[in-house]
Nanobody, 128 residues
Framework: QVQLVESGGGLVQTGGSLRLSCAAS????????MGWFRQAPGKEREFVAAISRSGGNTYYTNSVKGRFTISRDNAKNTVYVQMNSLKPEDTAVYYCAAASRRFINIAQAMGADRYDYWGQGSQVTVSS
């Protein structure tokens, strides 16, 4: 079992920045690939970014490339997503997730069904 707790969400103006954190507990963090997903009101949950177990590989959806950066600190059992140049369309609840099965390409990383554990979500609101 892995417990995931997100933090760092909030209200920011267009063009601003936020950093979300996701603290993991309950199992060996480095055994899991980690992902961030988001869900806007009235929309389906969508993939944002993912990072491999070691942190050596990262994957991003096209809409956040160049603006978001995913990273992890295995010593702190934490995964982060730094979000810069935020836009109103980034407004959503952001979820982190842990995958016990390895993903080796973006097609695998972006599939929600690959992830075994999910956090409770953190609201990010970008005002125009």
């Amino acid at each position: 079992q892995v417990q995931l707790v997100e933090s760092g969400g909030g209200l920011v103006q267009t063009g601003g920045s936020l950093r979300l954190s996701c603290a993991a507990s309950g199992s060996t963090f480095s055994n899991y690939g980690m992902g961030w997903f988001r869900q806007a009101p009235g929309k389906e949950r969508e993939f944002v970014a993912a990072i491999s177990r070691s942190g050596g590989n990262t994957y991003y959806t096209n809409s956040v490339k160049g603006r978001f950066t995913i990273s992890r600190d295995n010593a702190k059992n934490t995964v982060y997503v730094q979000m810069n140049s935020l836009k109103p369309e980034d407004t959503a609840v952001y979820y982190c997730a842990a995958a016990s099965r390895r993903f080796i390409n973006i097609a695998q990383a972006m599939g929600a069904d690959r992830y075994d554990y999910w956090g409770q979500g953190s609201q990010v609101t970008v005002s125009s």
